[in-house]
């Protein structure tokens, strides 16, 4: 039943810069948390575990030929969108959004797991059929639908950030399956419109945190705090960095959420321009390692599978590292691999299990 | 899907868009590059302040005020560490316990600790909320005994004032408060901030620049709740200057007890330089009850005392001179030649002038009098007959010449001009001329005559020297201690006035004769072993209420002030002391004795001698210590001073109140 073949194929540069990546995260993480009063497990070792959980997730969808998703998407669709339905109702309310099943033995976080699944939805429609032309207004609304009724019960709970990686992963997907120029202007200008309309739906913290990202200073212990702050972290690492856990700003705690959202700060403040340079080097070629596994994928739908978990790193990376840098409002997500947690160390995991799995199957015979 | 993978898949239309989506993941993180660059490099100097900013705090450190000597190296003013228990707010978990504890330990009510921690939290996070001040010994004993169980209770010194000899001169040191808002704006407090303690009064106040020294200040790193983390770096403060007064300790303690409480103000001065031996206005305050922060209570004690014990009578307070302004009224006649020592007029004990009649002070009068008698026994008549010929204008002349009218330039605030009155002057300030009636009352020092201790001690000493007028100095040396220089203080002439010498002998014959002949009017206060000159005076009260400000009519506002101004000895004089005593009734009973008690004293001819000793001997503050946390570690408190003055049962507010020195 196993097929050799498959482990002579196995993409290990991909595994190589995850750990390279997930290895950085932890070596900041002891950086952060060391001067803390320790917890019973320290966070390094927490998330050194949650890396290994990952494995786990990645050899098991690994060991699956992921062509049988193909005939589950719907299934696994329907069924998550049942569970971001469950949220709203009986969903764990924690610091303002309900975002959690309470299934006992841990927290489900059914936003999190439609990122995947949004993809393997998507990959399904567009993967049906090759429209040469590019996708019309009409043959569009399906996946329209597909993508706005779950981001909109996610955007309810609320979770702006989720909902918006959601978003920008089916928007990549159908420009990547092709759309008419006309209907793509068409939707610029939806869009455009959509997006005024928005602003009047936006939670006051939401609206808040634009106008801070606009303007930080206009609220320098508020909402501006952690721009302001992560700001002066980076810049004052300048381009050799303050060395390894010589990082005022985290070591003082001026930062905020310096182990999760923004463990990019300390990395920047730690290990300056030349850290970062590396860090977003691996980064990248994570991004590019996955779009080259969709470009060899040996179906359609792998490949739009593989380019959907790609936009879904490449949109996590680029929001997260925007927002540290003061490039785009705060919104929270995490830097994939790196920031400390275990939600997303599963849901990047599970994305990267789908890639070395289409990867893996590349060659049909 | 049937495909053809060697050759068509993916489809060349496909491969353009990895190609652009490539290219555009690319791009965006380039974007992400550029900004990284912008942030960490270009701006790289302005990100590392600005973390520099938040992770350093200032911690001002007040350096030691310059200490105060008297000319013979007594010291007067010095510092003492004062303790006070400060709490740092992050490393207490829970307040209520702490302040319970701290409130039996300190004995201070439960719901004041709290109001105190309240109104502490409006400090930056990193300053420990004071709670205590200058709390005594024991307290800071049983404080650190119970270390453990008081987390985040630090203490902290700071010096204050402390006053070897006592409240000796306390109207001439001065006090020092809180800064007002209003001193804020002046020019000459540009770079103090917003609770810095400084000079209030008296010298502290004039010579705070001298005094105030360079604070240091400590730089410590914080966390993001203000929790000193590490010191990085201490600059050690920069002790005030040295103030050497010409001050003599044991003369001022002499001046103030003689006055045997009651109200009034002595001027002692070198006739040869003008120094200032001694000085003091009664009542008198505790400079330490302010070193030690005034309770409301003391505070409103003081500002409503009716005698107004802050007010430095010595230089702000304005006394007609009475009879002892006869000295100007002669010597000005002399000069003007409208008489001459041997002129003689008959007293009968008034003179009518139109319609009003003068009065000399003795009913029955002196029958025939010259000059020599006229000082002598102070006979007003002979004075008003001269005043009339002599005219007001040259009487004033001869007051200006001799330092009345003008303020002196004491380095003191509220120092007053007094007033001496000419035609030119009641022009300018009724708009009516001059009537022979004021003359005559000028002439004996009533009227519109005003003059303030120091200016009638001024004027008798250029009587005793030949006429030279000095400007009177309290500051004898300055020791500036950064640059190891002294700064002494030259006697400075104010002018000379032209007082021809047979003319000056004349009156100084009868100056000498109110004191050393019988029948002279301070003959009660003669000291045989040193005859010394001077002349009585009896300021009426009753005349002058629309000067009296305070309109309370009760017995004692309307007797006379009484007035004495000397010089000693008779022959060669050395001193020269103006007395003052409020509602004193008679120069010669109330005044002359206390400018005798100086005047002995300062020729070693009184008793034992009751040079003042030292309250307790207080070793100057050392440097201010860092908080130090009261855990029972070996670092032992600063050596405490034995306790000052007193012990304290009263616990300091806050904030000093804001006195005010006028009236």
């Known amino acids: 039943m196993f097929d050799r073949r498959l482990l002579t194929h196995f993409d290990w540069s991909l595994v190589l810069l995850v750990l390279m990546i997930a290895g950085l995260g932890i070596l900041n993480l002891v950086s952060v948390t060391s001067s803390w009063v320790s917890p019973a497990a320290p966070f390094s070792l927490k998330q050194l575990s949650w890396l290994g959980g990952g494995m786990v997730i990645v050899t098991i969808i690994c060991a699956i030929d992921y062509r049988r998703l193909e005939h589950l998407a719907f299934f696994l669709y329907i069924a998550n969108l049942v569970l971001l339905l469950l949220v709203l109702l009986v969903g764990r309310t924690s610091m303002g959004a309900t975002r959690w099943l309470d299934l006992k033995f841990f927290n489900l976080q059914p936003s999190e797991l439609m990122k995947i699944v949004i993809i393997i939805a998507l990959a399904f429609f567009f993967s049906r059929r090759d429209q040469l032309l590019g996708y019309s207004f009409r043959e569009l609304w399906a996946p329209f639908i597909l993508l706005f009724l779950p981001a909109l019960l996610i955007m309810k709970q609320p979770d702006l950030g989720t909902a918006m990686i959601v978003l920008m992963i089916g928007a990549s997907m159908a420009l990547f399956a092709g ?147 003061g490039l785009l409002p705060v919104v929270g997500v995490p830097l994939p691999l790196f920031s400390y947690g275990g939600t997303s160390m599963i849901t990047t995991m599970t994305g990267i299990g789908l890639l070395l799995n289409i990867s893996m199957r590349r060659f049909k015979f | 899907m049937n495909h053809d993978f060697q050759t068509d898949w993916p489809s060349p239309y496909t491969r353009k868009r990895f190609a652009l989506a490539s290219v555009a993941a690319a791009l965006i993180f380039v974007l992400l590059l550029l900004r990284l660059w912008q942030l960490q490099i270009i701006s790289d100097d302005h990100y590392r302040i600005l973390s520099e900013k938040n992770r350093t705090r200032y911690i001002p450190i007040t350096a030691q005020r310059g200490r105060i000597f008297d000319r013979d190296g007594n010291l007067l003013a010095d510092n003492r560490p004062a303790f006070d228990v400060a709490v740092l707010r992050q490393e207490v978990d829970n307040p209520e316990v702490l302040l319970e504890r701290l409130s039996c330990l300190l004995s201070v009510d439960r719901e004041e600790l709290l109001k105190r921690w309240n109104t502490g939290k409006r400090l930056p996070q990193y300053r420990p909320i004071p709670l205590a001040w200058d709390v005594d010994r024991d307290m800071l004993e049983k404080i650190l005994e119970n270390g453990v169980d008081l987390p985040g209770v630090l203490m902290e010194t700071r010096p204050v004032r402390s006053f070897p000899l006592g409240p000796l001169a306390p109207h001439l040191l001065g006090y020092l408060g809180e800064i007002t808002d209003k001193d804020l704006s002046l020019p000459e407090f540009k770079g103090y901030r917003p609770g810095d303690v400084v000079g209030k009064a008296g010298l502290e106040r004039k010579m705070e620049p001298v005094l105030c020294g360079v604070d240091g200040e400590r730089r410590v790193e914080v966390d993001v709740k203000g929790k000193t983390m590490r010191i990085l770096k201490t600059q050690d403060p920069q002790p005030g200057n040295t103030l050497t007064l010409t001050l003599q300790a044991s003369l001022q303690q002499v001046a103030e007890n003689a006055f045997n409480g009651q109200a009034g103000a002595a001027v002692v001065l070198d006739v040869h330089t003008g120094e ?24 409103r004690e003081l500002q409503t005392n009716p005698l107004k014990p802050l007010q430095n009578r010595a230089i702000s307070g304005q006394y007609p001179p009475g009879s002892i302004f006869k000295i100007v009224t002669a010597l000005a006649a002399l000069k003007a030649g409208v008489a001459t020592p041997n002129t003689s007029v008959f007293c009968e004990g008034s003179v009518t002038l139109g319609n009003h009649t003068f009065r000399c002070w003795k009913r029955g009068g002196h029958g025939t009098t010259n000059l020599h008698k006229a000082l002598k026994e102070s006979c007003d008549v002979w004075f008003y007959k001269v005043a009339l010929d002599v005219g007001i204008d040259r009487i004033a002349a001869m007051a200006r010449e001799l ?161 004495f101004a000397a010089y000693a000895p008779a022959q060669n004089p050395e001193i020269a002391v103006a007395v003052v005593v409020e509602h004193g009734s008679h120069g010669s009973s109330a005044a002359a004795p206390i400018a005798k008690a100086i005047i002995a004293h300062y020729f070693g001819l009184d008793k034992p001698p009751v040079a003042p000793q030292p309250v307790a001997p ?29 012990p304290q049962p009263v616990a300091p507010q806050p904030v000093a109140p804001q006195p005010v020195t006028s009236e």
């Open chain 1, 179 to 325: 759309i008419r120029p006309a209907t793509l202007a068409g939707l610029g200008l939806l869009a455009s419109g959509a997006a005024t309309g928005g602003w009047f739906l936006l939670h006051d913290y939401q609206k808040q945190r634009i106008l801070t990202f606009l303007n930080p200073e206009s609220d320098p212990l508020g909402s501006g705090y952690h721009i302001i702050q992560s700001k002066i972290a980076v810049g004052s690492g300048g381009f050799w960095g303050k060395g390894f856990m010589k990082g005022t700003q985290s070591q003082l705690s001026f930062l905020p959420e310096r182990h999760t959202d923004f463990a990019f700060s300390v990395f920047a403040e730690e290990w300056g321009f030349v850290g970062c340079l590396i860090l977003l080097a691996l980064f990248l070629l994570l991004v590019i390692c996955g779009l080259n596994i969709s470009r060899h994928a040996s179906t359609r739908f792998g490949m739009f599978l593989a380019f959907g978990v790609s936009a879904m790193l490449f949109f996590h990376i680029v929001i997260n590292l925007g927002m540290v840098i």
């Open chain 2, 276 to 299: 200032i031996l001694a000085i003091t206005s009664q009542p008198t305050f505790d400079p330490a009850q302010f070193a030690r922060g005034l309770t409301t209570k003391e505070w």
């Open chain 2, 618 to 646: 207080q070793p100057v503050a050392p440097q201010p210590v860092a908080p130090q946390p009261v855990t029972p570690q070996p670092v032992a408190p600063q050596p405490v001073a034995p306790q000052p003055v007193a």
């Open chain 2, 403 to 563: 330092g009345l009218g003008s303020a002196l330039g004491l380095p003191m605030e509220m120092e007053k001009e007094g007033l001496i009155p000419d035609r030119a002057w009641k022009k300018k300030r009724y708009g009516t001329s001059w009537y022979r009636g004021e003359t005559l009352n000028a002439a004996i020092g009533q009227g519109y005559i005003l003059t303030t201790p120091l200016q009638l001690a001024t004027m008798t000493a250029a009587i005793a020297n030949g006429g030279t007028v000095f400007r009177p100095h309290i500051i004898k040396r300055i020791e500036y201690t950064l640059n190891e220089t002294v700064e002494n203080t030259e006697p400075e002439i104010l002018h000379r006035a032209s007082l021809p010498a047979p003319y000056l002998a004349a009156v100084r014959k009868g100056l000498e004769a109110v004191v050393n002949e019988p029948g002279g009017t301070a003959w009660a206060s003669r000291l045989e072993q040193l005859p010394f000159a001077g002349k009585t005076g009896t300021a009426q009260v009753v005349k002058l209420r629309d000067q009296i400000k305070d309109e309370k009519l009760i017995p004692y506002r309307f007797r006379d002030h009484a007035l």
